[in-house]
């Protein structure tokens, strides 16, 4: 069997099972020899079938003096031929018996099946037993992104929406007995937020300094604990900023309690979420990261610049323009 038909026998069977069922023409039919499904078929001595034929399910049964002009393709059964076939001969999970009077012009390809074939039997081409499929080169396959197919919308969902109630609930009780301390972080957020963002970085990097160094373990995981701390305050005091911004952009006049906690909840849904679908899309964590890092360093530079509240950090303020003064004098009214 030349080399492109060897690879492509795979492919050529599964496009068998897609043809219609038609009629086979035997005893010098016009037709073209075609498919049958789930039935067996005997060409009888001295019958001719023109044309490939093609059985799926059944066995096929070639009597001595009986004529294929074509190719004989069969999957799950067996052929039997005392006969001649003058193309190829292929079982497809099955088993492929030449007697002694059996003449194939082609090729004989068995793929999960076996051939016994007689002494006196004559195949004029090559015989190929049990066609391993085609090798795939991996590598040129494109990367296809994965996806999460344990991912529970419903119990995402509701974890988004659970931390975001939770943390909102914090951010009220917060706006109620530190709201002067809210208003000075969310100042420092506002007035100088590469300052804030660079000593929430600074931050970090000393914790993860005192934890890389044995003598200080136990120091940094008790410093574990006032940075969640100036994180949640940090968020709430965002928040709040973004509770006061909303409220002016819908021309509402919302109390400061109120404000704060629809604004911590907006924020926390957005991170949470993004964070959902990190879960889902692993590929994009390399892009969403970035907003939970962001609003994180942010959150505890702010805190740490204005010690939790405790100092007002400056808004900058555009330089004033002071005109000249003339030096010349006013003369003295006469």
Known sequence: MRKIIK???????????????????????EGPGQIIFGDNFTLKSGDQLKGDLVVVGGNVRIEEEAHVQGS????????????????????????????????????????GGQLDKATGAVINGK???NVPPPNVD???????????MRFNPFFEFGKVMGAS????????????????????????????????????????????????????????????????????????????EIGDRLARALRQDWAPV?????GTFALV???????????LLPLVACVTWIIPVLVGLLAVGAVVMTRFGARSVSMPQAPTY????SSEQIPPAS
């Not at 991996?138 to 999460?148: D, L, R």
């Not at 931050?203 to 044995?214: E, Q, R």
């Open 165 to 240: 109630i939770f943390v909102a609930f914090l951010g009220v009780l917060a706006a109620l007995f530190f709201q002067p301390r809210l208003d000075r972080i969310s100042q420092a957020v506002m007035a100088q937020p590469l300052m804030a963002s660079s000593m929430g970085l600074l931050t970090f990097a000393a914790l993860i300094l005192l934890a890389v160094t044995i003598i200080f373990l136990p120091f940094a995981l008790l410093g574990l604990l006032p940075l969640i701390v100036a994180w949640l305050f940090g968020v709430v005091a965002i928040g709040q």
């Open 72 to 111: 004989l393709i069969v999957i799950g059964g067996t052929i039997s031929s005392d006969g001649n076939v003058s193309g190829d001969v292929v079982v497809f999970g099955g088993q492929i018996q030449l007697n002694d009077k059996a003449i194939v012009s082609g090729d004989v390809v068995t793929i």
């Open 138 to 148: 991996v590598t040129s396959v494109p990367h296809i992104p994965s996806v999460a």
């Open 269 to 279: 849904f957005v991170i949470t979420f993004v964070d959902s679908m990190n879960n």
């Open 7 to 29: 690879s492509m026998v795979m492919i050529m069977l599964l496009a068998m099972l897609l043809m219609p069922a038609v009629p086979v023409y035997a005893q010098g039919g």
């Open 127 to 129: 015989v190929v037993d």
């Open 322 to 325: 002071t005109p000249p003064t």
């Open 258 to 262: 109120l404000a704060t906690g629809i």
